[in-house]
């Protein structure tokens, strides 16, 4: 039977042949294959190590994240889901992305889920608060480059970029002050909790100190695995370029519009990069090259998986959805149970 989730994938899948094909078209295959063909590998495998480095970082944030809100789990293990995750994000065609993956496999590793969900879901946040002190930090140096017309577009959108980040997070602190009345309502309850350990993270110097450094350092290290990948495709860019330009096209990529992003990044890609004078078919390769080689970066987390669920400790991303909606209904109900009155 086709259900709504099918119809999101086949939407994702649709957009995502449909952005490439538009994109491949405007360029000379003959050329790009000649790039591809002449690519020096050496500099690709340092980029795909950067890649795997990435998920020690991933696993790093999300560790600096779940101490800040009282329940660490050591680095290592972490780390390990947090490459997981990935793989669900990057190589399958799942509706749920890495992330209910995620909060479920901490959940199951001994968190409470409350907190396997916030602290994911915070982990996210710091990601693009991240972002968001790189660019701000690099972009002085980098608007010289830029003719008048989009040295004002580019300082709009940082404006608007960090107005909107620093107007979300008020929101996110501030979701424990909605009525009382509302608290019979599930979701308002998890806001409440939410709200409480956003403020553990962000109002505690050291630990939003600690948070940022490794949000920071994501984007420094996937821009430079970008610059090597150009370097690799005789792309003519340098890491000041990639460091101002790729974190915006993360955060396009982030949207849910499409499968890992696919089409979507390689189009983000092509307008960012055509500001330094990439042309559309070295962008398209470069995104592309991108895309590949974090799908065989992942390789090594899809046999962990398959591992552990030999072991019955990993499941499929349906399964881990379905398990994820569950407790959050039995984690409700036990709530209202404990509810003072309850009979």
Known sequence: MITRKHLLIALKITVSIGLMSVLISGIDLGAEKDRILSADIGIMLVAAAMLVIQMGIGGARWWAVMRAIGHPLPWLQLARLFWIGGFFSQALPSSVGGDPIRMYMAYKEGLPLGK????????????????????????PSFLSKLDDHAQMLTIWGLLMLAGGTVAGLIVLMCLDRLPEALTRFRIVRGMHALAGDTRKLFLHPVHVLISLFFGVLTHVNISFCVYLLAQGLAVDVTWLDCLVLMPPVILVTTLPISIAGWGVREGAMTVAFALVGVSQGGAVVLSLSMGLLAIVTMIPAGIMWLLGRKKGESISAAEAEAAVEHELEQAAEDQ????????
């Open 116 to 139: 396997a969900i916030n602290g994911v879901m915070l982990e996210r946040v710091v990601t693009i608060v991240g972002l968001v002190v790189l660019v701000t930090a690099v972009q």
């Open 336 to 343: 209202e149970e404990k509810a003072p009155g309850r009979v």
